[in-house]
């Protein structure tokens, strides 16, 4: 017999979240206006980590990160008053999508690539943090300039437990290629690596930070990676 909450299949059966949703919905408009944007915010979210985990259960990786991106997209394009006049809530559920979809440890490991071995674990933990807000920008920009257009998704390659999913957007009469790279492991899919307009970020940082850590050594590019995060944090405001 499965565990509770665990169906047969090994995903997590998720049903009985319906219910909860269900009951947060029906309270929100009896809160005190001052509280109803943290709890559309916090109904966003229970929505958004519930698709995903239904996401999870899916076997193909093209379904998985369709799943993924219009999650992403329904966000964009939200007519939800609070969301549009609040870009930082917005930016949040982005992120909740993207931190449950991507493997930044994973992509933090291939981008050091020769140096990862030599981090300490506190080091590898620090820029696992740091590079996984950069990516987060990088890839965020990206798909906000493309929020209004058609994303098509073609046909996946599969070679034992790692997948690529191509897509293109039609943007004023261009396809412009996005790429997803993934491997699974315990049922579930994960993103590595992702290929915008023919450039891989893991590579394109890759190359970036070898030469920084060759003349820099490693905290050189700790420094300037934080740098760029603060530019792009006051550049936000």
């Known amino acids: 017999m499965a565990a509770h909450g665990i169906a047969a299949s090994g995903c997590r059966d998720i049903r009985h979240y319906y ?31 519930l698709k995903a985990d239904e996401a999870a259960c899916l076997n193909s990786p093209a379904e998985y990160m369709q799943s993924a991106v219009e999650e992403i997209m ?8 609070e ?17 449950h ?4 440890k994973e992509m933090s490991k291939l981008t050091m690539g020769k140096y990862w071995k030599d981090l300490s674990d ?11 807000r ?8 990206k798909i906000e300039a493309y ?28 396809d412009i290629p996005i790429s997803y790279k993934l491997y699974k492991t315990q049922d579930r899919w994960r993103v590595y690596d992702v290929v915008i307009e023919g450039v891989s970020l893991v590579q ?13 050594k490693y905290a050189g590019l700790v420094k300037r990676i934080d740098e760029k995060l603060e530019k792009n944090a006051a550049e936000g405001e």
Do not use: W
């Open 19 to 49: 219910t909860d949703l269900i009951i947060i919905r029906s309270v929100m408009n009896k809160l005190p206006v001052r509280f109803q944007t943290t709890a559309i915010f916090m109904y966003c979210l229970f929505a958004l980590l």
């Open 74 to 81: 329904a966000i964009l394009k939200t007519d939800q008053l």
């Open 83 to 99: 969301l549009v006049e609040n870009s930082q809530y917005k930016r949040k559920l982005i992120l909740t999508v993207v931190r």
């Open 101 to 104: 979809h991507f493997d930044f």
């Open 122 to 132: 506190a080091d590898k933990g620090h820029f696992v943090e740091i590079f996984s």
């Open 134 to 141: 950069l990516i987060e920008n990088s890839y965020i920009d």
């Open 147 to 174: 929020s209004d257009e058609k994303i098509i998704f073609l046909k996946e390659s599969v070679r034992e437990n790692k997948s690529l999913v191509p897509t293109l957007i039609k943007h004023n009469n261009l």
């Open 204 to 216: 394109n940082y890759r190359s970036q930070f070898n030469s920084i850590i060759m003349k820099e």
